[in-house]
C-alpha cells in the first residue's frame, strides 16, 4: 500500500483507488487448532443459535405469557410478588437484620456491598493468576453470594402457591366487567355482606373467589350465603330473607349478561 | 452479480477494511467447541446477545398494539394476547426473553468471573458488562408494569416503596420515577414506558457498542 | 502586546473555547427536559386534604377496629378519578376515635386486623409477617420501621370524617 506522495484516490474523494481484495485469511497455518470467524465459526454459532431458538420458541408456545387481571389499587388482598430475578432481594427484606431498623442494611448495605463489589471485581482482585484456585477469597466470596441468592430466590420462591395465584388473578374479559349495577339494592346487600372478601367488582381476592362467571342457582347462592361452601365460613350473610333475595338476584343478573 | 454490487460500493466506500475488522478474525482453539466441548461455555455471551435481538425485535412490534395509558394498557395487552393472530407469541418472547436474558446473562458473568478474565487488560470490560447487567435488571423491572395488571402494579409499588427507604434522597427518587408523590399511576406508567422504551435501550446500545469494540479490540482471553 | 511566551496557546484557547460551545450546546438542549422530567419532584402539594363523610356514625365506633371504606376524588396529573380509601377505626380506652391506615410501612402491602389467626388483637400484614399492636405502633423485631399512619379526624354531627393520612411523627 502507498503511503503519502503518489496515493492515487477515487475521484476527488479521499477514497484510496487501491482496491484490497477481500479474501479470507487462513488460518490454518497458526498455532492451535485455530479456524477463521466467517464464515467457518460464525456457521456453527448460528446452529447453536438455531437449536436455541426452537427451544426457546417452544417454551413461548407451550407456556403463553401469564396476565393478571387489570391492576386494582384498591385490591387489599393481593399479595405482591417481584419478577422472579427480584425474588431474592424481596426476601432478604424479610430477615430481621435487613428490615425495621436495620433497614439500611437490606436496601443499601448488603446490595451496594454485593454489586459494588461485582462492579469492581477487577480492582479488588489484582493478583496475576486467574485460575480460581489462584484467587480464593474472590471465588469463594462470589460462591458465597451465588448459594445466598439461590437459596433466598428458592426460600421466596417456595414459600408461594402458584397455582392458586394464577388461579385467584384470572384476567375478565374487557366484556365481562362492565355490568355491574351499583346503585342496585342487590349491590347495597353485598357491600356489606360479601365485598370485604370478594372485591368491589365481585373479582375475587385473595380468600374468595371471583364470583364473576360462575354458574349457579339462586337457591344455591342463597345456599353458600348462608352456609359457607369449601374455606368458607358459614354465617357470612347476617341480614333478612328479602335482602338474601335481592342478593341472590343480583349475583344471578351479573352471571347472566355475560 | 453480487459480487458486483460489492465492487461497486467497495470502490466508493472502501468497506473492505471495515468488513475485516469486524468479521475477519481467528477463533483459538480454547473457545471452539469443536475442539474441546467444555469450550461450550463461551456461548453464553452470545446467546445474551442473541435475546436481546428477540427481545428488541419483539419490543418493537409489541409496540403497535401496546398503549402506555392506565385505562387502556391493560385492555390493549389483553386484546393483542387473545384477539391478534400470534400475539400471544410476539407476547410470549417478549416475557420469556426477559427471563432467559437474565439467564444467559448470569451464566455468561458466571464464566467469565470464575475464569478470572476480567483481569489486566480487561477491567474496563467488565465494568461495561455489570452496566450492562444494571441495565438490563432496569429493563426487567420497568417493563414490569407495563401489562398494568395486579402483578405488575403491586409489585411497583414494593419497588418503589423500597426506593423510598433510601436516606435522605429515597423519596426524590420515588417521586422522580413514579411521576408523582403518593399516586401510582397515569403518570408513572407514562414514565415507565419511556425509560423502558427509549432511555435504557439508548443505554443498552451504547455500552453494548463499547463491550463489543473492546472485545474485538482485546481479542478474546487466552486459555487458563 | 509583548513577544512574552503566552499563558494560553492558540490551540489550548481553541480547546476551551470548543468545550464552551459544546457546554452550552448540551446546557441549551437539555435544560428544558431535565426541568420538565424533574417537576414531580419540585412540586410540592398542600399536606392539607379535605375531610370526607365516611358514612360511619360516632356512637356505631367500639373498642373493636372495625374496616371503613369511602371515595375520595383523587387527581393524579391528568388523570382524575375516584379512589375507594380504607381505615380502620375505633375508640382507644380513653375514648377518643382513632383512625389507621392500613398501608403497611415495610413495603406498603395492606394489613388488616387480626389478620392472622396466630396473632390475635395485633394488625398483620402478609407479605412479610408484619405486626402492629391495636395502637398502630409496630412490634419490635417484625420487619415495619414505624407504626401505622393516622388519618385525620372530625366529628361533624355525630358523623365521622376522615382526612389525610399521616406520618405519626408529624403528629
Not at chain 2, 133 to 156: E, H, M, Q, R, V
Request: some cysteine; charged content about 20%; aromatic content about 12%.
Amino acid at each position: 500500500m502507498h503511503k503519502g506522495k503518489g496515493m492515487k484516490f477515487v475521484g476527488d474523494s479521499r477514497i484510496s483507488a487501491e482496491q484490497k481484495p477481500n479474501i479470507p485469511k487462513d488460518y490454518s497455518e497458526y498455532p492451535g487448532r485455530t479456524e477463521a470467524f466467517w464464515p467457518n465459526f460464525l456457521l456453527k454459532e448460528w446452529l447453536a443459535g438455531s437449536v436455541f431458538l426452537v427451544g426457546f420458541l417452544t417454551l413461548t408456545l407451550a407456556h403463553p405469557a401469564p396476565l393478571e387481571g387489570m391492576a386494582d389499587p384498591t385490591n387489599s388482598g393481593y399479595i405482591p410478588l417481584p419478577d422472579w430475578y427480584f425474588l431474592f432481594l424481596y426476601e432478604l427484606l424479610k430477615y430481621n437484620f435487613a428490615s425495621g431498623p436495620y433497614i439500611l442494611f437490606g436496601i443499601i448495605i448488603i446490595p451496594g456491598l454485593a454489586f459494588g463489589g461485582l462492579l469492581l471485581a477487577p480492582f479488588l482482585d489484582k493478583g496475576p493468576g486467574r485460575r480460581p484456585h489462584q484467587r480464593p477469597v474472590s471465588v469463594g466470596m462470589m460462591l458465597l453470594a451465588l448459594t445466598s441468592v439461590i437459596w433466598l430466590t428458592y426460600q421466596s420462591a417456595s414459600g408461594v402457591n402458584w397455582e392458586q395465584r394464577a388461579e385467584a388473578n384470572k384476567p375478565v374479559p374487557p366484556s365481562e366487567q362492565a355490568d355491574i349495577d351499583k346503585d342496585s339494592e342487590g349491590y347495597k346487600v353485598f357491600e356489606n355482606n360479601c365485598m370485604s372478601c370478594h372485591g368491589e367488582d365481585l373479582q375475587g381476592g385473595a380468600a374468595a373467589p371471583p364470583l364473576t362467571g360462575i354458574d349457579r342457582s339462586k337457591k344455591e347462592i342463597k345456599d353458600i350465603a348462608k352456609n359457607g361452601i369449601g374455606s368458607m365460613p358459614p354465617d357470612q350473610f347476617s341480614g333478612s330473607d328479602k335482602e338474601l333475595d335481592k342478593l341472590a338476584e343480583f349475583i344471578v343478573s351479573v352471571n347472566e349478561d355475560q | 452479480m453480487l459480487q458486483k454490487i460489492y465492487d461497486w460500493i467497495d470502490e466508493r466506500a472502501d468497506i473492505t477494511p471495515i468488513w475485516r475488522d469486524i468479521a475477519d478474525h481467528e477463533v483459538p482453539e480454547h473457545v471452539n467447541p469443536a475442539h474441546h466441548f467444555s469450550a461450550f461455555v463461551y456461548c453464553f455471551g452470545g446467546l445474551t446477545f442473541f435475546v436481546v435481538v428477540i427481545q428488541i425485535l419483539s419490543g418493537m412490534f409489541l409496540t403497535m398494539y401496546y398503549v402506555p395509558d392506565i385505562e387502556n394498557a391493560w385492555r390493549s395487552v389483553y386484546y393483542l394476547q387473545t384477539e391478534v393472530a400470534h400475539g400471544q407469541i410476539v407476547r410470549g418472547m417478549h416475557h420469556w426473553g426477559a427471563s432467559v436474558v437474565i439467564v444467559m446473562l448470569l451464566l455468561h458473568t458466571l464464566r467469565v468471573f470464575f475464569q478470572g478474565a476480567y483481569k489486566k487488560p480487561r477491567e474496563l470490560n467488565w465494568i461495561v458488562g455489570v452496566l450492562l447487567f444494571f441495565s438490563i435488571l432496569g429493563l426487567g423491572f420497568t417493563g414490569y408494569l407495563l401489562p398494568w395488571d395486579n402483578k405488575a402494579y403491586f409489585a411497583t409499588e414494593v419497588g418503589l416503596n423500597i426506593a423510598e427507604d433510601v436516606p435522605i434522597i429515597g423519596e426524590d427518587i420515588k417521586t422522580l420515577l413514579a411521576g408523582d408523590e403518593e399516586i401510582v399511576g397515569a403518570q408513572t406508567l407514562a414514565r415507565f414506558f419511556a425509560i423502558h422504551v427509549f432511555f435504557l435501550p439508548a443505554v443498552l446500545f451504547a455500552l453494548l457498542g463499547v463491550h463489543f469494540i473492546l472485545i474485538r479490540r482485546q481479542g478474546i482471553s487466552g486459555p487458563l | 502586546m509583548s513577544k512574552d511566551k503566552q499563558p494560553v496557546s492558540r490551540r489550548q484557547f481553541l480547546n476551551y473555547t470548543l468545550t464552551g460551545a459544546g457546554g452550552f450546546m448540551a446546557a441549551g438542549l437539555l435544560i428544558s427536559p431535565l426541568r420538565m422530567a424533574i417537576d414531580p419532584v419540585l412540586q410540592k402539594e398542600e399536606s392539607q386534604g379535605d375531610f370526607t363523610n365516611v358514612q360511619l356514625a360516632e356512637e356505631d365506633l367500639t373498642n373493636e377496629p372495625q374496616r371503613v371504606d369511602w371515595e375520595v376524588e383523587q387527581i393524579d396529573g391528568w388523570y382524575e378519578s375516584k379512589v375507594s380509601k380504607t381505615a380502620w377505626v375505633y375508640k382507644d380506652d380513653n375514648g377518643e376515635i382513632v383512625a389507621l391506615s392500613p398501608i403497611c410501612k415495610h413495603l406498603g402491602c395492606v394489613v388488616s386486623w387480626e389478620g392472622s389467626d396466630d396473632y390475635p388483637n395485633q394488625f398483620y400484614c402478609p407479605c412479610h409477617d408484619g405486626r402492629y399492636y391495636k395502637d398502630g405502633e409496630n412490634v419490635p423485631g417484625t420487619p415495619p420501621t414505624a407504626g401505622l399512619d393516622i388519618y385525620e379526624h372530625k366529628v361533624e354531627n355525630g358523623m365521622l370524617y376522615l382526612g389525610k393520612a399521616q406520618l405519626r411523627e408529624e403528629l
